[in-house]
């Protein structure tokens, strides 16, 4: 596996949510718990896919942080919170696009 930091921490981030292999893998569908035994030990990797599903059922929002990154851009408290009321109020989309506009200078 590429990234010995990775699969030491999705072993740690299971435990954190008090999951067993075996809730993981029935979570994912997988045929058995060794599939995720393997990912933990770094045996094997868990596709893109597979890997942002562990990280939405692990709660991980900083993927970067997971895998030992920094973001290129730390992004602060309060960003995350404008990002995440983004997210939830797609009726506030089109205002955001207005302000973004008329901060980079373009009208309508």
Known sequence: MGNKILFEKLKVYRLKCNLTQQDVADYLNLKNKSV??????????????????????????????????????????????????????????????VLLKVKDGESE
């Open 36 to 97: 995720v035994g393997n990912w933990e030990i770094g045996k094997s990797e868990p596709s893109a896919e597979v890997f942002l599903r562990l990280c939405r059922l692990y709660r991980i929002k900083n993927v970067y942080e997971l895998i030992g990154e920094t973001t290129p851009d730390e992004i602060s408290n309060d960003e995350m919170e404008i990002i995440d009321a983004y997210r939830l109020h797609p009726e506030m989309h089109n205002a955001v696009q």
